[in-house]
């Protein structure tokens, strides 16, 4: 059974940081395309940024040059660096394979003020 456990949002103002982290279990990690999905109020979940298992990265227009995706295999482990953070990216990120499976974890929600 898949679990995936995302965690490291938080309130932050614009222009800053944060990183989150998406721990996975129960599939087979390292040969998985992984992505970071974001779903804001009123607004369709959306894949922002996703990793190959060789590390090749593709990123979303609107998150292209601030957030950086990265994995460690060996921790079953997908991490999203955001940097230079807008209002608009105020959103709960989910992570996932890429294309996502039929399951969803908690989310961690990500709140930029203004």
């Known amino acids: 059974q898949v679990q995936l456990v995302e965690s490291g949002g938080g309130l932050v103002q614009a222009g800053g940081s944060l990183r989150l982290s998406c721990t996975a279990s129960?599939?087979?990690?390292?040969?998985?395309?992984m992505g970071w999905y974001r779903q804001a109020p009123g607004k369709q979940r959306e894949l922002v940024a996703g990793?190959?298992?060789?590390?090749?990265?593709n990123y979303a227009d609107s998150v292209k040059g601030r957030f950086t995706i990265s994995r460690d295999n060996a921790k079953n482990t997908v991490y999203l660096q955001m940097n230079s953070l807008k209002p608009e990216d105020t959103a709960v990120y989910y992570c996932?394979?890429?294309?996502?499976?039929?399951?969803w974890g908690q989310g961690t929600q990500v709140t930029v003020s203004s």
């Open positions: 996932n394979e890429v294309p996502p499976i039929d399951y």
């Open positions: 129960g599939s087979i990690f390292s040969i998985n395309a």
């Open positions: 990793i190959t298992s060789g590390g090749s990265t």
